[in-house]
């Protein structure tokens, strides 16, 4: 259970939460439904069909459910996502490391390749002989320093309520945050871990080929998805008294603001201790993240990984282009800002495809698929409305809206050259076409995974991969 904590419980939780409750109080509210309802259900129902299909990888199980052609853009779309994990979970920490520990002297590149070798080693060697030894250690310091800044941000609401409610200035500084950051879709995407993430469903498959019974699986994805939850809602509560009691702090990155909650709240010495369990929150899942990028390049390529010229030789690209993204991102602000937005976003279109898999999967066996389908149509309409209303002009990353407007100019002759200076789609017009695509993305799951039903014999127990794709199934029957 410990190990799963650690690979799904990442930066998200913390930094996410830092940023995301200036969306107001309502976070506290969302985080708890969110996770419930979205974010358990879909690290259940993931990691229990990689835990019956042998411990498939993510990519087979797409390939099984939604077919080759969705198999094929998924793997490109997870690869590069993992990628962007790596670096974001290499860059962050290492930028504690630097300002937290060293403020007087900048390590900040020292510590970059201290964490980079760690996950190169981790993912060329046996999980068991090199994370297993360490992670007991990682889980104490995670859940004591989680635990003693609850406490203490408990005995600080006893004794000044105030902290906790949305101030004047808070307020105020709310209004002017939302005006560019609607809550739909903007805080489902800046508050990713502790809600619903698709980066999870990459781990399961490395807890489901080393657990001995399935009497594991519930405590261990959804367990510990709940558990992860809990932590964003601590560190929200934390962000929010900061907030209040010290408004200056609002504009500040969320990673100078982390050090500032466990000072206030935890002291110098306790405060370093927590520090370093976030420090390991990021470590933790991005060489695991590195680990599951490698396992899967592997499997969909089918290169055999147990001779190490083998593990070491598909490494080499995969350092190479983590450490262009690392040079590039700390190149300045804007760009580590481009690096988290691209992120968040293709992190929980990850869980789209993750989740129409899970339906399909559902209903397949005659389960109850909609408990797959409801999140998944939600996010499917988050991460759509998202990527269409985002432009520049909102202060966020270029956006397919954006592309479709600038072309427009381009092509009415209203700008001489394309150039992506587009505003992209209405908020409301995005809304419409979103709303509108889940629908139909989510009916199209729930029709195959019905289909499936009638044409296989499929049981929910079996150990064998047990979905063929509709292709296949018409490639046989034309065979006959």
């Known amino acids: 259970m410990l190990i799963q904590l650690l690979n799904i419980a990442g930066v998200g939780p913390v930094i996410g939460v830092i940023a995301g409750i200036k969306f107001g109080a309502i976070v506290f509210l969302i985080i708890p439904i969110g996770n419930i309802i979205g974010g358990a ?37 997870m690869t590069f996502l993992l990628l962007l994990v790596v670096a974001v979970f290499i860059n962050i920490p290492a930028s504690l490391i630097d300002g937290v520990f060293f403020p007087q002297t900048s390590c900040f590149w020292i510590a970059v390749a201290l964490i980079f070798l760690y996950y190169i080693v981790a993912t060329m060697f046996p999980v068991d002989k090199i994370i297993g030894s360490l992670y007991p250690i990682f889980g104490g ?7 003693a800044l609850m406490f203490s941000l408990l005995a600080s609401g006893v004794k000044d309520p105030a902290l906790f409610q949305e101030s004047a200035s808070f307020g105020e500084l709310k209004k002017e945050f939302l005006t560019n950051n609607p809550i739909i879709p903007c805080l489902f995407v800046t508050i990713a871990c502790g809600i619903l993430s698709g980066f999870h469903a990459t781990q399961s498959p490395i807890i489901a080929r080393t657990m001995k019974s399935e009497r594991q699986a519930r405590s261990s994805f959804y367990g510990m998805m709940v558990v992860e939850g ?6 929200a509560a934390g962000a929010l008294a900061v907030y209040n009691a010290s408004p200056e702090w609002w504009q500040q990155a969320p990673g100078k603001v982390l050090p500032q909650i466990t000072t206030r709240f935890l002291g110098k010495g306790l405060g370093a201790t927590t520090v370093i369990a976030v420090i390991i929150l990021a470590i933790t899942s991005g060489d695991t993240a590195m680990r599951s990028l490698r396992l899967s390049l592997a499997e969909t390529f089918k290169i055999d990984q147990k001779p190490f ?9 995969l350092i190479a282009i983590v450490a262009l993204l690392l040079a590039w991102s700390n190149r300045d602000a804007a760009s580590f800002g ?11 279109t990850l869980a789209v495809f993750t989740l129409g898999g899970c339906c399909v999967w559902l209903y397949a066996q005659k389960k109850r698929g909609w408990i797959a389908a409801v999140p998944g149509a939600f996010m499917t309409f988050i991460v759509l409305t998202f990527i269409l209303w985002t432009s520049a ?15 427009y100019l381009w092509a009415t002759g209203a700008n001489e050259e394309f150039e992506l200076t587009g505003d ?24 195959r995974g019905k289909t499936f039903s009638k044409r296989s014999d499929v049981r929910m127990d079996d150990s064998e991969p047990i979905i063929e794709t509709i292709s296949e199934q018409k490639s046989e029957k034309d065979e006959e």
Not at 230 to 235: E, F, G, K, T
Not at 424 to 447: D, P
Request: proline share 4%.
């Open 41 to 77: 259900t879909h690290d259940f129902v993931s990691g229990m069909a990689s835990l019956r299909n042998r411990g498939t990888n993510l990519p087979n199980f797409v390939r099984m459910t939604l077919g080759t052609p969705f198999f094929h853009f998924f793997s490109f779309f």
């Open 141 to 147: 310091l995670l859940l004591v320093g989680s635990a």
């Open 230 to 235: 809990v932590i964003a809602m601590i560190w």
């Open 309 to 317: 010229v083998n593990r070491f030789l598909i490494c080499i690209p």
């Open 338 to 348: 481009k690096l988290w937005n691209y992120f968040a976003w293709e992190n929980q």
């Open 393 to 407: 002009k909102h202060n966020g990353p270029v956006g397919l809206g954006s592309v479709i407007s600038s072309f």
């Open 424 to 447: 992209g789609l209405g908020l409301h017009q995005s809304y419409f076409f979103s709303a509108a695509l889940a629908i139909i993305y989510v009916w199209w799951c729930i029709h």
